[in-house]
């Protein structure tokens, strides 16, 4: 059975870091690129990172770039996210999505149960 | 960057209708490569269709997907109960994937 757990997500104040992670299982998670998708409280879903099965490729949605980093260890199985500068508008539960395929950028079959990161002074 | 936009925002309707909820893209989605998601409160989104028509793993097929280019349809043949939730499409086909802004299936 695929598992995703996600786990990280707190309170932090504006301008803060937190670095989120999900540990993977029931599937060979080196074969399988990787997302991180926010959803912001009562909004819609948005794609803020991404990296390919062998963590040589990566994407960033421009809402986060420049502060947030994306990284993977296949011997864990676990993928990450390292969050910093953080700002009001990060505020989400964010969800690890395990893409269909090496590379980024495909739909997700499986979906974690999302961590939230509350971003408050 | 496409742009989904997913109507009606609110679908109201009975246990055994019909429910069909549009996703329309700001330009084609190459190969039709759209995929719809089913969200239930705080729950995880979970996968229903890909490739535009194809169920995944486990749906029922009282789920249906149609449509190519920018124009997208899904379609639940006879709501049950369980079905009452937040529908949004992605696409996949242009970087980076988008997601629509979902349309929710409430009880009448």
């Known amino acids: 059975e695929v598992q995703l757990v996600e786990s990280g997500g707190g309170l932090v104040q504006p301008g803060g870091s937190l670095r989120l992670s999900c540990a993977a299982s029931?599937?060979?998670?080196?074969?399988?690129?990787m997302h991180w998708v926010r959803q912001a409280p009562g909004k819609g879903l948005e794609c803020v990172s991404a990296i390919g099965n062998n963590g040589g490729t990566t994407y960033y949605a421009n809402s986060v770039k420049g502060r947030f980093t994306i990284s993977r260890d296949n011997s864990k199985n676990t993928l990450y996210l390292q969050m910093g500068s953080l700002r009001a508008e990060d505020m989400a539960v964010y969800y690890c999505?395990?893409?269909?395929?090496?590379?980024?950028?495909?739909?997700?079959?499986?979906w974690g149960q999302g961590t939230l990161v509350t971003v408050s002074s | 960057e496409i742009v989904l936009t997913q109507s009606p925002g609110t679908l109201s309707l009975s246990p055994g209708e019909r429910a069909t909820l549009s996703c329309r893209a700001s330009q084609s989605v190459s190969s039709s490569y759209l995929a719809w998601y089913q969200q239930k409160p705080g729950q995880a989104p979970r996968l229903l269709i890909y490739?535009?028509?194809s169920r995944a793993t486990g749906i029922p097929d009282r789920f249906s997907g149609s449509g190519s280019g920018t124009d997208f349809t899904l379609t639940i043949s006879r709501l049950e109960p369980e079905d009452f939730a937040v529908y949004y499409c992605q696409q996949y086909g242009n970087s980076p994937l988008t997601f629509g802004g979902g349309t929710k299936v409430e009880i009448k």
């Open positions: 999505a395990k893409n269909i395929a090496a590379r980024p950028g495909s739909y997700f079959d499986y």
């Open positions: 029931g599937f060979t998670f080196s074969s399988y690129a």
């Open positions: 490739g535009a028509s």
